[in-house]
């Protein structure tokens, strides 16, 4: 069967291609975003997220456990008033962003990386057949996001639960945050985190189809 290793610790992501019956193991990268994105000086939310996603695809592919397998990285930005948001992390900041956010929209962009570490022709030396590309690719799919008037109090209580301060943006649609979204234009699953259509497509440069992948119980296993 082919492997897919997830490059992203995010429960929601690993949810998500559960229920998409999609097969996949978790190896955490251990990317330092900030480091990265001061190496690059990228400020547009559409190429941070890209370049997150790569950095974190590339960090696990590169470790033994990967051989042999597709690794998929992701990382959300959300994009609002020509500023890139990633996680708040503090109170503070996640109410300063939903006081702004309250009953207007913003574009949450989710990138997505994949390298095949398979084995391909070149790498076998006995003749035998191969089924690795060497493809290393990635595409982002964003979505509009359009939020209800939400009260203070409102958003005093949903940054207590502390579901927003480790999502970008500030808010979740698979969780309590969805209660404040009005509208999703686009695919929503980018704003969970993770396109299984965009999957599909980065899958297919890899000569795999994503049918491959499918299990009945989706299950999930750790590295």
Known sequence: MTRLILASQSPARTKLLKEAGIHHEVLVSDVDEDAVQARYGVTDAHDTALLLAR???EAVASLPDADGALVIGCDSVFEFDGESHGKPYTEDVAKERMLRMSGSKGVLHTGHWLVDCRETAADVSDGGTAAGT??????VSSAE??????SEADIDA???????????GSFTIDGLGG????KVDGDPHAVVGLSISTLRELLGHANV???ELWNPDGSTTSV
């Open 55 to 57: 950095a974190k695809a």
């Open 134 to 139: 060497g493809a290393t690719v990635g595409a």
């Open 145 to 150: 996001v359009h939020f209800e008037q939400m």
């Open 158 to 168: 949903y940054i207590a639960t502390g579901e927003p301060l480790h999502c970008a």
């Open 179 to 182: 209660a404040f979204i009005r």
């Open 209 to 211: 189809s994503i049918t």
